[in-house]
C-alpha cells in the first residue's frame, strides 16, 4: 500500500476512536461528560485539542513507517494501525527503555569481526577412534 492512503486510513481508525470517546460519554445511563472539561466543569479545549492532534499525528506517522516498510497491505491493516497507535509506541517505548536497576548493556561484539581462530587437531582420526593406525584393534 502506497504511503499517502495508508495515512489517510490510519487517519480514519484515530477519528473512530474519538468518535468512540464522544459516543460513551454521551451514553443515557450516565451524566453527559464532555472529553475537553476538566473535573470542575471548566472547557480545556486547548488540552483536548492538542490530545486529538498528537493521536492523529501517531495514527499517520506509525503508518507511514509501516506502508514504507510494507508491512501493510490494505485498509484493513491501516485502520487497525491507526487505531492502535498509541498503544503501540507505548510498548515500543517501554521494552527499549533501560530501567534504573540495570546498568546500560554494551553492544555484543559481532562474531564475524573477532572469531577465534580454528586450530587443527593434528592427532590422526583413526587414533582418536581407538584404532591403531594400521587399521587393526589394538585390543
Known sequence: MAI??????????AVLVEIRGLWVA??????????????????????YVIAVVCRFGMAAGLD?????????????????????????????ALQHEPSAAEPPRQPAASPLRHAPERTRDTAPLAARAGETPGGTDAG
Open 26 to 47: 454521551l451514553q443515557p445511563f450516565r451524566a453527559p461528560k464532555w472529553p475537553w472539561r476538566d473535573g470542575r466543569g471548566r472547557a480545556q479545549v486547548a488540552g
Open 64 to 92: 507511514a513507517v509501516y506502508a514504507a516498510a510494507h508491512q501493510i497491505a490494505g485498509p484493513l491493516g491501516a485502520v487497525t494501525m491507526g487505531i492502535a497507535a498509541p498503544l503501540v509506541i507505548g510498548q515500543l
Open 4 to 13: 499517502w492512503p495508508a495515512c489517510a486510513w490510519g487517519l480514519v481508525g
